[in-house]
């Protein structure tokens, strides 16, 4: 069944995976941006945080901050959102570079774009209000936009569970994989664990499954066939300098 989000004109689908982004212009810490449009070309992590100046939100800002050169070597960007405005943004990232430590993270800066949406206008067109949750904050939303610009995975996260970057990390490498490579990728899969072929929905006869099998593919069932791929090959392919 369809879910709705409700916007300022109209209750509109809430995005899923496969649609392509809605699109916005937004002002933002690192000046205005045109969604998806200007990140044409690459991964985008577009993630919506609560509030400024709350703790756990501070602790997901640093995290990121200090990963985005992880994030950038694999071709992605982060994106940042709040329903707060541009200058309680500039206050608060600010603050933390002056004054916040966080286990090992201290003077951090973060040099990503941080949309202001006081209307809530794209929080909502992205489903990221859910009343449910809260009615004036956005839930921690993480959503993986291609370099095409098209949703290929969400995530939601209540008010007060701060995001597993490990995870988010992950899933970004487990999808660039999948891509190019034509595989899929098992539960808890990490480069170097052996992957799925083919991918889901692409399967011949059982005969033609089995009969496939070669020295690299092994298949212990005509739909559970696993091939060896290296961690080598796949951090060269989906990793850039
Ligand atoms: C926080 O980031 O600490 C937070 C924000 C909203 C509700 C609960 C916690």
New binding site residues.
Partial sequence: METFTETKEQLIPMPRIGDKAPDFRAVTTQGNINFPEDYKGSWVILFSH??DF????TSEFMTFAKLEGKFGKANCKLVGLSIDGLYSHIAWLRTIKEKIEFRDMKNIEVKFPLIEDITMDIAKKYGMIQPGESKT?AVRAVFFIDPDGFIRAIIYYP??LGRNFDEIYRALIAMQTADEFSVATPADWQPGDDVIVPPAGSCGTAEERMQGQNGEVSCTDWFFCTQKLEKDKVLETVLKD
């Fill in positions: 609560p509030a709350t703790p756990v939100c904050q008010l007060s």
